[in-house]
Each structure stands twice: as C-alpha cells, then as structure tokens.
C-alpha cells in the first residue's frame, strides 16, 4: 500500500464537513442562445455559481478524455474514468483504432479461434451499433472487421445492426445502413454470402445498461438469435417503413426487425457459431454478454441457447470477466482516486439512480466493479423510472437529493459524490421543453445541496462529464434540427468552500481537463495529490 500513501497537504486545516462533488450530467457550458437548454433554463443557482471566483471550464472531448481526435463528443464512461483516475488513458475507440492499424486484433488468440470456428462451418455474427458516433461503436471498425473477414475467406458472415439515432443524428439510420448494405453486396461473389440479418433501435434492442430494462436485451436476443420479429427483405426496408408509419418516431426507439427470405430469417445464431459484440464501450454491452455466456441464466427465458464462441470488441468488465473472450485488452486503470481515499481511511458515499449509478462506481472506479473497501464506502443506487425520460425530466433527481443531503447531514462520509443525470437523458431524447424542465431540476437540487453542504462547514466541488443539453437543435437554411447527441462544448468546475478554513486561490493550471478534478478532491480533503495525477485547479493560499 505504500505507493497509495497520501501525504498531508501543507497548511491545511481541517473541518467538520465533506467535500461533496456534483457531478450534473449532460451540463455543458455552450453559446448564450436560444439553442442552449442550460441558457434558457431558469437556473438562479447555476447563474450565481457561474460567476464564482473559483470557476473553471474544463475540457470533457476528445484528447482530453483519452479519445482520439478533438473532433470525438465526451462521453460518461470516459468522463467518468478522467474524474476518478486522475489522468487520462487511451479508451476505447483509440484502442481500438491502433489495434487494427498496428494488426494486433487480427494476431490475437480469440480472433484466431473464430476464424477457426468458421473454417469449420460457422456463420460469424457481428452485433453491434452501426454509426460514427465514435460512442459505442464506430462503424469504420465493423468494417475493418468484415474486410477482414473477407480477406481471410470466411464464407458466412451476418450483421446484426443496432441503430443509433443518439450519438448522431435522430433519423439518421439510413446514412449508415445504405453504405453498410452495398458494402455487404460487394463482398458477396466468389461463395461469399455477407448480410444484415436484424436489427432494431439501441434503446429497445441489446442495448440496455445496469440491469435497467432487461426486456430490451430479451428484444434483442428475439431478433439475433431466435429469429423472431416483424420481417422485411432488407434493412433499408425496415427503417424506411417504420418511418412511414411513425414520422414521429427516432432511430433509438425504431422497433426490432429481422431480416428474411420467404418467411425464412437468413441469420438466425445457431450452434457452432461465432459471435463478436462489436461495440467498445462497457455499459451497454454487459447484459448481452451474460445472456450468451451464462449457464444459469434467469434475466429472461432464452428458450434456446446456441453453442457459440462469443467475444467482445473489449473485455467490458474485468473483474466479472464479461465477456471471457475479447479481441483487444482494456485500459489498465490504477492507482484511482477512490484506491488513494480507501489507503488513507476516508470515508465516501456515492450515489446515482441507475442510469448513471455505474459512473459513480464502476467508471469511477477504473472500470471494477464492486467495491474498494466495504469498511468505508456506502454506494447507493436510486432505481430509475423505466420510461422515455421527456415524459418525467425530473428524473429521480430529488430522491438523490434527500439522500445526499442526509448524507451530509448524518457526518459519517468524509467525501461525497453523486450523478444527477437529468441534462444527458432527457438532452438525448430532443424535446426542448423537456429539457428545460431537467435543466431547472438539477438547479432546484443543487440549490438544496448546497445549502446542506454549508449548514454542515464543508466544499462543494460542481462540475459534468460532457455537453448535452447546452445545445438542444442546430440550424441550418433556416430549418431546425433536433440535436440529440453529446457536444464538444467544454463544462463548469466550480468549488464552493463554505468551511472558512483554507484559502484556496485558483491554480494557474494551463488548459484544464476532468482528469485535473481528482487532485483537487485530494487538495480539497487536505493531501497533496499522487505525483502522478494531472495537476490540481487550486494551490492552497499561505
């Protein structure tokens, strides 16, 4: 334990209260105009923090955030990841990306053995969301992935294609299923047979997260494995038809399809099979790992479960080992900030509802699950309502708040940091009067937070993991449309001392970032940050 060592930061005094970090999800600091739902939103607390002495806007995209380009949206796994690590790490899209540059994917035990599984016969499956959205998935690499398959001769390749509709544009899924079909046909001469064989919106179909909804994943496993939906000839078909008979509907919410001929599904997943999930990120890739690799299974009725190599793109969690098969190594995330607190005996209280609960943990925490200490951490989860958030845009974020505020009230938590999720979940759903509303919700709790936090003498440190509800619809020869995805916007830090005891005075630090917010936690808590974190927003006054 001795590199977890803290040591004390010099001049500090210390004081009965916690430092308590808001981490208000999908608030970013965007154009002061009628597009911004941070902007318009009556947010009195927010517009007072907002001209804070300690104010900070940090980066939450891109490089940043260990993506590959400034031109990558942030998301909550890896802004989350930068919070609690204290520096940044290659994630997943990068990783993935210089795994099929360098050939390393390809060199690999697991993509050896499912070439091996189809030079016996197999059909391989590829799931997976196809967008650029660069979030999940990218589908760039799906098709590095299927060129490579065809290079290798595989003869029987299937795409079971979940549309985005969220990290891109809302109706947008024609702009990747119509290159991804032709690029399919291509591929199809010479004994090669590559096609779509299903399908659906990601918040209907696989794509559910934190055991949510597990009917979604039991959606997906219909279409991908039984092979049982509503039928068409072909992807494009699909989509198109569901838009004609809703124009109202978006792509994440587009029903599950199969693909078939003369009543006949052309992909259903059987024995002998391989399976690749194809997606990078973890979240929401967890359950349809355990729906093909559990023995004893009871989320939902399989009905039948086919004997298949399944991997992963990645490994999504590494201490459950979901999945046991993946064709690139995660990041190794250590020495968090979590470790740090834990060796030095802090206590911590972390809390979301469950959209978001595994950020405040699992991603927190360097991408384990479980605990770190039990002995000195309490992690609450506040179940979410299981309904498209623009119908209730407050969310749960006022049973988190009562909590929170008994947190602070109670004196046994040290460190305190909770996810109010209202700006991301309601911002991906596009209804603009929906996301003032959860705009106006997270500055009504936080208001309540903070008056709790200086009742007690202790820090509040405010701050998000990306953009979202800072732009609510982009224009374009005077026509609107709808913006349903993260922005490259950069988000507020603000750190509120309400304990008289320190002076802290703004740090200097050059071009800040979220991977800079865990060493002013452990300036804030009274230790010199971890040499090896990136620096912190504060130095402490003498």
Request: contains cysteine.
């Amino acid at each position: 334990m001795t590199e977890l060592t803290l040591q004390p930061l010099s001049g500090y005094s210390a004081f009965p209260g916690p430092v308590v970090t808001v981490i208000m999800d999908g608030i970013g600091l965007g154009p002061q105009d009628d597009s911004n739902g941070v902007h318009v939103a009556y947010t009195p607390t927010l517009d007072r923090l907002f001209q804070d002495k300690l104010m900070f806007r940090l980066k939450a995209h891109g490089r940043a955030v260990g993506l590959p380009s400034d031109d990558d949206m942030g998301n909550s796994e890896v802004g989350h990841n930068a919070l609690g690590a204290g520096r940044v790490f290659a994630q997943g899209a990068k990783l993935i990306n210089e795994a099929i540059a360098g050939g390393t994917i390809f060199a690999g035990r697991t993509w050896k053995e499912i070439m091996a599984w189809a030079g016996q016969g197999g059909t391989v499956h590829f799931i997976g969301m196809v967008s650029d959205g660069n979030v999940h998935s990218h589908i760039d690499q799906l098709y590095a992935l299927l060129d490579r398959c065809a290079a290798e001769k595989v003869k029987r390749v299937r795409v079971h294609a979940l549309i985005d509709g969220r990290d891109v544009g809302e109706k947008s899924a024609l702009e990747y299923i119509l290159p991804l079909e032709q690029r399919l046909a291509a591929i199809s001469c010479g004994g090669l047979d590559y096609r779509i064989a299903s399908g659906g919106g990601r918040m209907v179909t696989t794509m559910d997260r934190y055991n949510a909804n597990w009917q979604v994943v039991e959606n997906g496993w219909k279409a991908h494995v039984l092979g049982e939906g509503r039928q068409f000839s072909s992807a494009a078909e699909a989509v198109n038809t569901y838009y004609a008979e809703d124009p109202t509907m978006t792509d994440q919410y587009m029903a599950s399809f199969v693909i078939a001929e003369s009543g006949t599904p052309v992909g259903r997943i059987k024995d002998g099979d391989a399976v690749i999930l194809f997606n990078f990120r973890g979240d929401r890739a967890i359950e349809i790992s355990r729906a093909f690799e559990e023995d004893e299974f009871t989320a939902f009725e399989r009905v039948r479960r086919p004997d298949v190599l399944y991997a992963g793109m990645m490994q999504y969690d590494g201490d459950a080992l979901i999945p046991k098969q993946y064709l690139v190594e995660p990041p190794a995330i250590d020495r968090t900030l979590g470790e740090y607190l834990c060796a030095a005996g802090v206590t911590s209280y972390a809390i979301s509802e469950t959209q978001k609960f595994g950020h405040v943990t699992y991603f927190w925490n360097g991408n384990k699950s479980g605990y770190i200490d039990k002995e000195l951490e309490t992690y609450d989860e506040v179940p979410s309502d299981r309904i498209t958030f623009d119908l209730r845009p407050w969310m749960k974020a006022a049973e988190i708040t009562d909590r929170v505020i008994a947190a602070v009230a109670g004196g046994r938590y040290k460190f305190i940091r909770l996810n109010l999720a209202n700006g991301d979940m309601v911002g991906h759903t596009g209804i603009e009067p929906a996301v003032r509303i959860a705009v106006e919700t997270v500055d009504l709790c936080l208001r309540r937070i903070l008056a709790a936090v200086e009742k007690a003498g202790g820090i509040a440190l405010v701050t998000a993991d990306h953009g979202n509800a800072d732009c609510m619809w982009t224009e374009k020869k005077g026509k609107r449309t709808p913006m349903v995805a993260h922005t490259l916007n950069p988000v507020p830090c603000i750190i509120v001392d309400y304990s008289g005891s320190n002076a802290f005075v703004a740090g200097g630090c050059a071009d800040p970032g979220l991977s800079n917010v865990a060493a002013t936690v452990c300036n804030l808590l009274g230790y010199r940050a971890p040499e090896i974190y990136d620096p912190s927003l504060v130095r402490l006054q003498p």
